[in-house]
């Protein structure tokens, strides 16, 4: 059974930071492109960053020189960190593992950032 399973959210004020942390279990993530995406209340999910199996890092621009995603494979676990919190970076924040061929894709159950002075 696969589980990703989200850690690190809470309540911080503007400009603080937090570590997301993203566990994996039931599947080997090294052949899969790791991301983190996030869900604003009355909003559709959109991508905040993603690491391929190669290590290349994308990210929306709306995050860009203030969140990092990394991987550490060995310990089958991705992380976020996100500096310089801004409150419209509140959200749910979702892990995800996406595997072309053959496809499929898993999604944790979420972990909320709020950014609240």
């Known amino acids: 059974q696969v589980q990703l399973v989200e850690s690190g959210g809470g309540l911080v004020r503007p400009g603080e930071s937090l570590r997301l942390s993203c566990a994996a279990s039931g599947i080997s993530i090294g052949i899969y492109t790791m991301g983190w995406y996030r869900q604003a209340p009355g909003s559709q999910r959109e991508r905040v960053a993603t690491?391929?199996?190669?290590?290349?890092?994308n990210y929306a621009d709306s995050v860009k020189g203030r969140f990092t995603i990394s991987r550490d494979n060995a310990k089958t676990s991705v992380y976020l960190q996100m500096n310089s919190l801004k409150p419209e970076d509140t959200a749910v924040y979702f892990c995800n593992a996406d595997r072309v061929v053959p496809k499929a894709i898993y999604w944790g159950q979420g972990t909320q950032v709020t950014v609240s002075s």
């Open positions: 690491i391929t199996t190669a290590g290349g890092t």
